[in-house]
Nanobody
Framework: QVQLVESGGGLVQAGGSLRLSCAAS????????MGWYRQAVGNERELVAR???????NYADFVKGRFTISRDNAKNTVYLQMNSLKPEDEAVYYC???????????????WGQGTQVTVSS
């Protein structure tokens, strides 16, 4: 069994910063792409940023230049540094990882429980 545990959400004023973390644990053989998604009230879940095991990244246009995704492969952890936050960034942020465990031959998508980010104007 694999678990993703997020932390770092909270309340911040517009223009402020937050750093989200997501640690994967369990019988992990390898992790391919890790990413962050978000879902605001009334909206569908959308990609924010993702990073491959080799460090290649891609970002949604609405966060380019403000958010930075990174990962520590030794710790099976992915981070999202969020700067210049806007009220429209308010959402529940979910961690996602394509994990190959010792029990599976192919990577399986796992999701964290979500962490709330609230941006006050």
């Amino acid at each position: 069994q694999v678990q993703l545990v997020e932390s770092g959400g909270g309340l911040v004023q517009a223009g402020g910063s937050l750093r989200l973390s997501c640690a994967a644990s369990g019988r992990i053989f390898s992790i391919n792409t890790m990413g962050w998604y978000r879902q605001a009230v009334g909206n569908e879940r959308e990609l924010v940023a993702r990073i491959t095991s080799g460090g290649s990244t891609n970002y949604a246009d609405f966060v380019k230049g403000r958010f930075t995704i990174s990962r520590d492969n030794a710790k099976n952890t992915v981070y999202l540094q969020m700067n210049s936050l806007k009220p429209e960034d308010e959402a529940v942020y979910y961690c996602n990882a394509a994990v190959r465990s010792y029990a599976t031959e192919y990577p399986v998508d796992y999701w964290g429980q979500g962490t709330q980010v609230t941006v006050s104007s």
